[in-house]
């Protein structure tokens, strides 16, 4: 435990703090390092410098040109296509093909000159010839229609007419007022009327109702309305005392001065100062960035790797 100060425990968590061992070295910059030093020192290898492509033989890698085709015959590209097109003109069985004579140019509408096949039949103008015309026969002959229009008319049908068949004045009328006496006088008794018969769910007049109407109600007296309070004088402003309040301020009362004692200091049989056992403690650690960079970016592979802006 240290003379004076807090315990490497106390201040970081561990029973010791780790030792320095770059304590005394110069400082280097991070910012302004060259990335390979041993780049810059001493002698390197100079190459030659760029050579521009000319007419000379300097700006090739070997020392005189080489011919692709060494010792290759001379060909003459106009005697080869000759004999190519005397080869291919023995394959002919005839004569070439002539035309007899030029295109033919048309020299108006309507006309077929310059065409291949002439003129069609089908497309001519002219008329054909007509024969002579035949009436139609006569239309068949039949009786003149009767006048009438069959309302009070005898005798304007296809048929025969129909006899006249006698019918009662309003002989239905009076077979449903007999069935309807049959039926009165084998009733016995009146109609039968349930009380549990259906209602709609809301009447016809919503504001119609069975209960008797309450008493009207009384109305309330109306209370005089009193004056509102007006104070004698208008609210007074504090400036530093106490004008505008209801009291005076309040007369001074003497407190004697009492010095207050501390609370005796708890020591042990030793004579020394108690302190409590301090709580769990944080120590620095590294983050998650700054691991995985390490790991992606060591001295196996910092050469090799390229990064990425």
Do not use: A, C, D, T
């Given at each position: 435990m240290p003379a004076e100060g807090k315990t490497d425990m106390e201040r970081i968590g561990l029973f010791s703090e780790m030792e320095y061992v770059t304590i005394g070295d110069k400082y280097a910059s991070h910012y302004m390092r060259p990335f390979n030093e041993a780049a810059s020192k001493n002698k390197q290898m100079l190459p030659g410098g760029t050579k521009m492509l000319s007419a000379l033989q300097a700006g090739y890698f070997e020392p005189q040109f080489v011919r692709v085709f060494e010792g290759e015959a001379y060909s003459?590209?106009?005697?080869?296509?000759?004999?190519?097109?005397?080869v291919e003109s023995k394959k002919n069985v005839g004569k070439a093909f002539l035309p007899s004579n030029g295109v033919k140019l048309p020299c108006g509408m309507g006309t077929y000159y310059g065409t291949i096949g002439g003129p069609y039949p089908f497309f001519s103008a002219q008329l054909r010839g007509k024969t002579a015309y035949a009436p139609p026969g006569k239309n068949l002959y039949t009786s003149p229609g009767k006048k009438g229009t069959g309302y009070g008319y005898p005798n304007l049908t296809i048929g025969k007419q129909y006899p006249h068949s006698s019918d009662v004045y309003e002989s239905g009328k009076m077979n449903a007022k007999k069935v309807h006496e049959d039926h009165l006088r084998l009733v016995?008794?009146?109609?039968?009327?349930?009380?549990?018969?259906?209602?709609?769910?809301f009447d016809l007049n919503p504001y119609y109702d069975d209960k008797p109407l309450p008493p009207a109600k009384k109305p309330t007296p109306e209370k005089p309305v009193a004056h509102p309070f007006k104070p004698s004088s208008p609210a007074k402003k504090s400036g530093g005392m106490k004008a505008g309040t209801f009291d005076s301020y309040p007369s001074h009362s003497a407190e004697p001065y009492v010095v207050k004692y501390s609370k005796p200091i708890t020591t042990n049989k030793e004579g020394r100062i108690f302190h409590p056992p301090p709580g769990s403690?944080?120590?620095?650690?590294t983050s998650i960035m700054a691991l995985n960079v390490t790991r992606s970016l060591n001295v196996m592979n910092y050469k090799t790797t390229h990064l990425i802006y």
């Open positions: 003459n590209p106009v005697q080869l296509r000759r004999r190519y097109r005397l016995k008794g009146g109609p039968f009327k349930l009380n549990l018969y259906p209602r709609e769910y403690k944080s120590r620095p650690s």
